[in-house]
């Protein structure tokens, strides 16, 4: 099967775009996609993600592991203790339990794809009093404060 892609919109044929989290979990602005959602031999979901300009993902944690690549534009990526700049072609892996937010602070889409196991664990959102603590490194303070 191919499912063509559309350049100018960032979709494929036949996918929906539906909203990124339907649990209250806090977000702005992003979209999900599904592309694949596993076969027998390979029990993985595979999903584009797109934040728009000035958006950001949930901040969370989870047992299982991701594996992204940016796939379009750029941004910036909270990983544990750490935020990194992250633009088209990056690839990130995230192993479980460690903390991550993305964020499209850069003007620009932040879209990216992201490998998971079809089975998982529900996210664990980061409190406000986790992320309150999590500020008192400059660098998080900046990326949190930006919109
Ligand atoms: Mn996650």
Redesign the pocket.
């Known amino acids: 099967m191919i499912r063509k892609f559309n350049q100018e919109t960032y979709t494929w044929d036949g996918v929906d775009t539906l909203v990124y989290k339907q649990d209250n979990s806090p977000f702005k602005d992003v979209t999900r996609q599904v592309l694949f959602d596993g076969a027998w031999d390979i029990p993985c979901q595979f999903r584009y993600f797109e934040v728009q300009p000035g958006g950001y ?2 901040m ?3 047992e299982h592991t ?1 594996m992204v690549m940016i796939f379009r534009g750029k941004g910036q990526c909270l990983l544990g203790d750490t935020v990194e700049d992250v633009q088209e072609g990056d690839m990130i892996e ?1 192993p479980k339990l460690m903390a ?1 937010q993305f964020r499209a602070n850069q003007g620009d889409h932040l879209g990216f794809l992201c490998l998971v196991n079809v089975d998982r664990d529900k ?1 664990q959102v980061i409190t406000p009093e986790e992320q309150a603590e999590m500020m008192e490194n400059p660098a998080i303070r900046t990326f949190l404060e930006i919109e």
Do not use: C
């Open positions: 993902s949930t969370e944690r989870h991701h995230i991550h996210v």
